[in-house]
């Protein structure tokens, strides 16, 4: 399967065809649904099939086994392998999806510190840090700073490293609880130009300005030292 989203992530409609639909999920040859994982939703999309009816992608989950993308849809009708489909994707939430994961990497440049974990909505995004306990965090501070990182309108792009690489560089890995997948070959790095590198799996936007202003909802205490920054699209 190709998976079109990490070739282009504005790609919003694809032509292809099925190659399994059953209980656990509907199977396509291409895919521009990402899939649940790294805290970012799946996809949902619109199928429109040779006969002029459509079918709802509600939801995308990865298989843990076979590792092929499952289009979970609406109802209880089966397409036959070989059908061929059109892929619309739902283009707004999916796009708020990118801004807002794009903010969360910056979100992190701001706040220096371990994440312990993180979420994203297409509404709003959170990380959650490790942070000393007599470092205190200004809601204010860290919005303003946000958003001056965001108008600079910086280039993002992304980079394939391998483990071995990644092993020799663990200032790049921000994450405390999910250690990225080092025995494989390809690793793919998001890079916020001159800011910011880190491996990651998902959609992000092409630009740091395409975000827009953001809003520092609320800073919760989540333990001693565990501190969970919720940020929103303004």
């Known amino acids: 399967m190709a998976e079109q989203f990490y070739q282009d992530a504005y790609q919003t409609r694809l032509a292809t065809r099925v190659l399994l639909h059953d209980d656990a999920g509907l199977v396509l040859e291409d895919t521009l649904c990402y899939p649940l994982g790294g805290g970012q939703p799946g996809d949902c999309a619109t199928l429109t099939l040779a006969d002029g009816g459509a079918l709802r992608v509600v939801d995308t989950r990865r298989d843990r086994e076979s590792r ?114 080092l025995h494989l070959p390809e ?20 630009r740091t300005g395409e975000i827009g202003q953001v809003q520092v909802r609320k800073i919760e205490n989540k333990g001693a030292r565990n501190k969970r920054v919720v940020i929103a699209l303004a």
């Open 187 to 206: 690793i793919r790095l998001v890079e916020v130009e001159g800011v910011d590198l880190q491996p990651c799996g998902g959609t992000h936007v092409a």
């Open 68 to 181: 092929a993308i499952l289009h979970q849809t609406e109802g209880r009708l089966r397409l036959a392998p070989g059908a061929e489909v059109t892929l619309e994707l739902d283009w707004e939430r999916r796009y708020r999806h990118m801004r807002i994961h794009t903010c969360l990497h910056l979100l992190s440049v701001v706040l220096p510190f371990g994440v312990t974990g993180g979420n994203l909505s297409a509404e709003s995004g959170r990380l959650d840090f490790d942070v000393p306990e007599d470092v205190a965090l200004d809601k204010d501070d860290i919005e303003t700073r946000l958003n001056q990182l965001i108008a600079r309108d910086l280039p993002v792009a992304i980079r394939m490293s391998s483990g071995e690489a990644l092993k020799a560089q663990p200032e790049l890995i921000k994450t405390m609880s999910v250690t990225p997948p």
